[in-house]
């Protein structure tokens, strides 16, 4: 049972690349999360989705997409990358939405140049 | 939306008890929770209040006052592998998704 997995852990880009992170996790959880966090603002979340088929924007969706074909992943992508997005994201999933606990998943460091 | 309160950055002694405080402002609370990152890993799970009052976990607490939009999580007989970020995060609305605030940092000394 290896929780929740993050792909890449570590990732440097030019400004205008594109890329996709993968968030798969083992627990049958229907819901799952993409946040960032930066220095001094905390986790804020991007992007989330309520089941397998389903996504719907968080509290800073601007510059990324996401995709949930399966209920086991859930796809983090940057068009068109920029420094602002600079960032450790962090994906996490829980079993039904409500009062459950998120398990998050180690992160990826992304620096964009 | 949400505003969520905690300060930035706390220090305390080994040995000693810390009170990490966080006031929220929302609307149809649905639960405050706590949650512990290391540096450079992920946050953990260390508590979830949705009644008033205190839930005791081993050296660690959490009390929650819905009334007052207040909480804090109480840690007892500090170790020094208690440094780390404390995250406050309250879930609100229909999504119960959480809000995080911006995570006070605990540095502990001997």
């Known amino acids: 049972n290896a929780g929740v997995t993050q792909t890449p852990k570590f990732r440097v880009l030019k400004t205008g690349q594109s890329m996709t992170l993968l968030c798969a996790q083992d627990?049958?959880?229907?819901?799952m999360y993409w946040y960032r966090q930066d220095p001094g603002m905390g986790l804020r979340l991007i992007h989330y989705?309520?089941?397998?088929?389903?996504?719907a924007k968080g509290e800073v969706p601007d510059g990324y997409n996401v995709s949930r074909l399966k209920k086991q992943n859930f796809l983090l992508g940057l068009e068109s990358a920029a420094p602002s997005q600079t960032s450790v994201y962090f994906c996490?999933?829980?079993?039904?939405?409500?009062?459950?606990?998120?398990?998050f998943g180690p992160g990826t460091r992304l620096t964009v140049l | 939306g949400q505003n969520i309160d905690q300060p930035t950055e706390m220090t305390a002694t080994e040995g000693a008890i810390v009170q990490i405080n966080c006031t929220y402002q929302?609307?149809?609370?649905?639960?405050l929770f706590w949650y512990q990152q290391h540096a450079g890993e992920a946050p953990t799970f260390l508590s979830y209040?949705?009644?008033?009052g205190l839930e005791e976990k081993g050296r660690f607490s959490s009390f929650l006052s819905r009334s007052k939009g207040y909480s804090y999580l109480l840690l007892k007989e500090l170790q020094m592998k208690d440094s780390a970020s404390y995250l406050c995060?309250?879930?609100?609305?229909?999504?119960?998704?959480?809000?995080f605030g911006r995570g006070t940092s605990l540095i502990v000394h001997p």
């Open positions: 996490a999933s829980n079993k039904n939405g409500r009062t459950d606990t998120q398990y």
């Open positions: 627990m049958n959880h229907e819901y």
């Open positions: 989705s309520v089941g397998e088929g389903t996504t």
């Open positions: 929302t609307s149809g609370f649905n639960g």
């Open positions: 209040n949705v009644l008033d």
């Open positions: 995060a309250a879930a609100s609305g229909g999504s119960y998704i959480p809000t």
